[in-house]
């Protein structure tokens, strides 16, 4: 089993935590709210609504009869609804104290009864006792800034554990105004090391957490029913899901949580707001400054507006404060990679919208030489699997799709006497499942492309059926974590079909379909089939696992579906009938040699590496210093080691030494670069040529013993 991402672990931009689904949005003005003598508040009790216990009754029977695993509600089920909501609740065992907990635990056993007599007295008693204990948090916090912060000691060897996901929860309230005081003090140094001063430091936590608490006292009975239903959704699979009629007004951010300001793929994680996946050749991925695993702490409007704090914010209101109109500028307060020490960074996006011909498919031309002799390589990137559903409607002759886009590009292609070709699937998050059949047609002759199975009907088998291919020469795909869903599907198929070498990372293992539910309140996302490959591989959780791997350049532990807490498994199903080619599979262990031989000499790929040692060097770190002058000390160390680390890449590539890394720029989206600036794709043409040349070493010993048999 994983280690999930603590919550306390991501924890100092902001660290107090409020879970996603019961915070309100909030305004400027209670963010400038006058410096106020401090009173202590009580917390609202909530009940639940007249129309609560009917909605989830209703929840209940559709997960029983709509959703892929069939589950009895029994004991067990009941027993992990609670863990999932204390989870939910308070993951970094922070609030409750263990009085509470022993309190609540007569419920571990009786939820399941309660849920199928719609009884929600359970889970509001849970529900009230915790916020009671968020305002007694946000009591001590903003009691002790009034006194002061002075008397911190910077110097004393202190820690804080990032990782409290099996702590004890606190004895007592005495113990938790310890936790909560080293807490504080994390935030405190977090500023400090970022060159603030103790008087700001001060007023900036103070605002934080007085908007906090009145974010607080603005939960409603419908935040409090979102977050338990959700916890026993959640007992189902991570993206079995319900929507209050709050979050289920905008599809287009609750289904895909797309912003069409930034163009970037967010979702809740813990009380942060992360980037999932840059849309291609949006704002985002175009200005170079954002990258999946960053955590959104702040957003502000324009170049001068204040930063509002946005951690434990709901992720509508989150992406409300991003989103905004084209040609207007945002700016984002992020944490980047795990790293607590670090501190954040603000950069800067003018918000956009993307256009489909961005998202198109589109070729280049890579040219290696190889013994003397120059071959011309295709190269084909497509960012998303799309089509013109409205255009191919309406009878449009010219409608734009995935498919018809790479059959002409293959078509220019092979005009200029190509000898192998690459397509490139890397950072592409899926689309359209259509497509993805289609598009595994151009390369294979008729047979099936995909299997989807649901829980009460036959597998359904999607096949080409027609024996035209497009390419049937030489032939590569490449992935990464980012490539999911629809792009799973294709690499898939041509793994299995035989048909060309999968290169890259280990994708993201999205198998699983999910539909949406309209209930009397709010919608039900409910996931309710299956991708499986046609050798009956299921690409879930495991995702495809390329032929000849490169460095893993994505944190795994935050991003892809192994690290969703109670992702559905991998399994097998019958494969469906096909022929594939068995060219490739003798060959592997050969161009997996040459492969390692020749990238040991190639920078990038040592550069690559290391990053990828360091990430996993930082995720195994379970605690942090309170000692300010070990942490600047670990932070110089660090910066140390990666400005060396750059240097290294540059020197190797010719270019001049940073002298720091304020001198390191982010890169620009350029989708007009040449083939020959990316080493991954080089050495994909690379690997190509080796198997052209092992290819013909086979035909030629095939041939000779021919020859001698006759």
Known sequence: MHRKVPIARVALGGFLVLFAAASAAASEVALNTPEETFT????????????????????????????????????????????????????ARVFFLA?????????????????????????????????ARLVERFDFLLGTLEAGIDGFDFTEEEWIET????????????????LWRKRLKAAVLNMKLNGKELPEIRELLTKRYRNRLNQTRQTKSEDAFQVYVNAFASTYDPHTQYFSPRTSQNFNINMSLSLEGIGAVLRSEDEYTSIVRLVNAGPADKSGQLKPGDRIVSVAQGEDGPLIDVVGWRLDDVVEMIRGPKGSLVRLEIMRDDAESQGTT?????????????????????????GGHDFRVGIVEIPTFYVDLNAAQQ??????????????????????????????????????LQEADSLTGLFIKSGPTVQVKSAKRRTRVWADSDDDT???????????????????????????????IIIGSQTFGKGTVQTLIPLNRGQLKVTAAKFYRVSGRSTQHQGVIPDIEFPEIYDIHRIGESSLDDAMPYDRIQPAAFSGDDDIQPLLSDLRA????????????????????????????????????????????????????ENRLRMAKGEPELASLDELDDPEFDDEAPAEDDPLLVEAGEILLDFIGLERQVAMVGMEAAAVVQ
């Open 40 to 91: 202590p508040t009580r917390s609202l009790e909530l009940n639940p609504l007249s129309v609560h216990p009917r909605t989830s009754l209703t929840i209940v029977e559709q997960l029983r009869h709509n959703h892929y695993l069939q589950k009895n509600l029994d004991d067990e089920i009941s027993s992990e609804v609670f863990d999932k909501y204390l989870e939910l609740l308070d993951g």
């Open 99 to 131: 009085g509470d907990i022993d309190a609540i635990e007569k419920y571990r056993y009786s939820l399941d009864d309660a849920l199928k007599r719609g009884n929600l007295k359970p889970a509001f008693e849970i529900f009230n006792l915790y916020q």
């Open 163 to 178: 990782d409290r996901e099996y702590a004890a929860w606190p004895a007592d309230p005495a113990e938790a105004d310890l």
């Open 346 to 370: 603000v950069v800067q996006i003018v918000r956009n919208t993307v256009k489909l011909e961005d998202q198109a498919a589109r070729k280049k031309l890579l040219t290696l030489n190889r």
């Open 395 to 432: 009878g449009e002759s010219g409608y734009k799709s995935t498919t018809r886009d790479v059959r002409r590009l293959i078509g220019e292609l092979k005009d200029e006497d190509i000898d192998a070709l690459v397509v490139d699937l890397r950072n592409n998050g899926g689309g359209s």
């Open 470 to 500: 497009v390419w049937d020469g030489p032939l590569a795909v490449m992935v990464n974590r980012l490539s999911a869903s629809a792009s799973e599907i294709f690499a898939g198929a041509i793994q299995d079909y035989g048909r060309g």
């Open 594 to 645: 040459r492969h390692d031989e020749r990238v040991a000499s190639v920078p990038e790929f040592a550069y690559a590496q290391a990053l990828a040692a360091k990430s996993m060097e930082n995720y195994e770190r379970t605690r942090l210093s309170l000692n300010e002058a070990r942490r600047r000390a670990e932070n110089a160390e660090d910066d140390k080691w990666r400005l060396e680390l």
